[in-house]
């Protein structure tokens, strides 16, 4: 018996200000529907400008007591935050399941134990900021630095991950003692709600943590531009970071933007064929092609070329769609049906000028009415093709091939992205060289998609600035204030003769 999230857990509304469920006041409502059916799942009132004004006031409220609180005492409450998660993970993992359409055994053995690990993680940081040695730099002064917090941070999240999203977005942020305001996507605020709650739980202040549910045109685009809001970190599209970017600068803000990917695969000649085709099925296809890092342009040198692409084509042809709650099911829908018709809409424009191998429809019978789409191969695309260089975000791998490793290598950097990439070869030299010249803010070597906590996750040129995961996020979500004093105790200090007088 397939057990489903209760949604009734939400009656009060979609909004956590200050520690509590409340409704919005947009005067407007949406729906969360569940894209393996169809069927509406919960329906909820949006947040207003007032919704977001009165969570950075609650943010604004608690942030004296947060930031002052010490590193061990906020440890102590990530500790018991990762505890509370870990004993909710079934719940997080359904909810989660039932709102995005993923498989629960990727919601299970990916999406919450990586939420969970992240919140022990930064338990374990926030009493482990590094810094500079204090010191005499000049003669006549001692300096230090102070890592302080930033303030208030104002969090936009995407669709395709939402608790790893909130988890990535709240907890560096108040493991280094600032408070949060975070808007999940409309499409899916259930796991950012729990999220909060199970802080609650753990003892974390009312008020520390914040979640508006409403739209990016109202909710967002007022986080934003929030005068009290002291930083924006933002994980979505490339086109809405842009905005993001411009409303951020107006309001001299800090800014974390974590955009779109395309990520190349890069097979040379000597790799291991079954494990380049294994890993790039893996990675084009983990949760429905909706990953920012997603293998989706895989270049395959000339003698390996053909059977990778039918191993691949093989390989695809066995993935099991079905329902996501299904324990057996590979490939749940995509996030909406209006998505699934923006990838089919590539697709079949690619046929024009490509071959599509495998895929390229939905499924018919009973899963007609989700949102599903077969997982897809295309080949014989150019380069400058729309395939090649943009984001379709859905069960799609490009294959194109390549002569000398100079070429695989200038394609695999051939887009405006550069979020992540890997390379397929047993000889070092040659993953050496692609490490160095890959310009991604990850490369992967005999592998695609493995992330951990310990390690940054961040983009290159068009996939933003900023990282999120590691000591680097960590960092990010503190600013640095030196401190000087002077050692002389003498009122007529030599430097003076600059501005007046003489020696
Ligand atoms: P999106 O850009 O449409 O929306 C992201 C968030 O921004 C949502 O919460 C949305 O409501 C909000 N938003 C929309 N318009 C806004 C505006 N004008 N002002 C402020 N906020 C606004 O992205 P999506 O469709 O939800 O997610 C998919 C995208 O996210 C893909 O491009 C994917 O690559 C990217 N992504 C990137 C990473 C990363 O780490 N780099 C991770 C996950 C997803």
Redesign the pocket.
């Known amino acids: 018996m397939v057990q489903r999230f209760d949604v009734s857990t939400f009656a009060q509304g979609a909004q956590y200000l200050d520690g509590r469920l409340a409704p919005g006041s947009a005067g407007r409502t949406h729906t969360v529907v569940d894209p393996a059916t169809g069927e509406q799942v919960y329906t909820y009132e949006l947040a207003s400008p007032a919704d977001v004004d009165a969570a950075v006031a609650a943010a604004q409220r608690a942030l004296p007591g947060w930031a002052g609180a010490t590193p061990g005492e906020r440890s102590d409450a990530l500790h018991r935050f990762a505890a509370v998660l870990g004993e909710r993970a079934e719940e997080l993992a359904q909810a989660e399941s039932l709102q995005c359409g993923k498989p629960i055994k990727l919601s299970k053995e990916f999406d919450v134990p990586g939420s969970v690990d992240n919140a022990a993680f930064f338990a374990g940081a926030a009493r482990q900021l590094a810094g500079v040695s204090a010191g005499e730099y000049s003669g006549d002064h001692t300096s230090y630095i102070r890592r302080e917090p930033i303030g208030v941070i104002g969090s936009?999240?995407?669709?395709?991950?939402p608790l790893q999203?909130a988890a990535w977005k709240i907890l560096p942020a108040i493991a280094a003692g600032n408070t949060i305001v975070l808007?999940?996507?409309?499409?899916t605020p259930l796991t950012s709600l729990m999220f909060a709650q199970a802080a609650t739980e753990a003892g974390i202040p009312n008020g520390v943590v914040n979640i508006v549910s409403g739209?990016?045109?109202d909710a967002?685009?007022h986080?934003?531009g929030h005068p009290a809001v002291a930083m924006t970190s933002?994980?979505?599209?490339?086109?809405?970071?842009k905005?993001?970017a411009e409303?951020a600068t107006s309001t001299v803000k800090r800014l974390h933007l974590?955009?779109?990917?395309k990520a190349p695969f890069l097979v040379f000649d000597d790799a291991d064929l079954t494990a380049a085709v294994h890993g790039a099925v893996a990675g084009a296809l983990i949760n429905t092609g909706?990953?920012?890092?997603a293998a989706t342009r895989a270049y395959v040198q000339r003698p390996l070329y053909d059977a990778f692409v039918s191993g691949v084509a093989e390989l695809m042809d066995t993935v099991r769609l079905g329902d996501p709650f299904d324990p057996d099911t590979d490939l749940g829908p995509l996030i909406s049906h209006a998505h699934r018709d923006r990838v089919a809409g590539f697709v079949d424009r690619a046929r024009s000028y490509a071959t599509v191998v495998t895929g390229g429809e939905a499924p018919g019978g009973e899963l007609a009415k989700g949102a599903y789409y077969r997982p897809t191969l295309i080949t014989g695309a150019a380069q400058d093709s729309e395939v090649v260089q943009r984001?379709l975000?859905g069960p799609v791998l490009v294959v194109l091939p390549f002569d000398s490793d100079d070429e695989g290598l200038r394609l695999a950097n051939d887009t405006p992205y550069g979020?992540a990439a890997s390379a397929w070869s047993r000889d070092v030299h040659r993953t050496g060289r692609a490490t160095r010249e890959i310009k991604a803010g990850c490369v992967w070597i005999n592998d695609h998609i493995p992330i951990i906590s310990e390690m940054p996750?961040?983009?290159y040129r068009a996939?933003?600035f900023g990282k999120?995961m590691s000591a680097y996020s960590f960092e990010e979500y503190t600013q640095v204030k030196h401190v000087m004093y002077d050692n002389t105790a003498v009122a007529r200090k030599d430097w003076h003769r600059t501005v007046f007088g003489s020696r």
């Not at 936009?156 to 991950?161: L, V």
């Not at 933002?234 to 970071?241: D, I, M, N, Q």
Request: aromatic share 8%; glycine share 20%; proline share 4%.
């Open positions: 936009i999240a995407p669709w395709n991950y999203m808007k999940p996507a409309e499409l739209t990016g045109r967002g685009e986080l934003v933002f994980t979505g599209s490339t086109e809405v970071g905005r993001v409303i974590e955009l779109g990917g909706q990953d920012c890092t984001e975000f979020l996750h961040g983009g996939s933003g999120d």
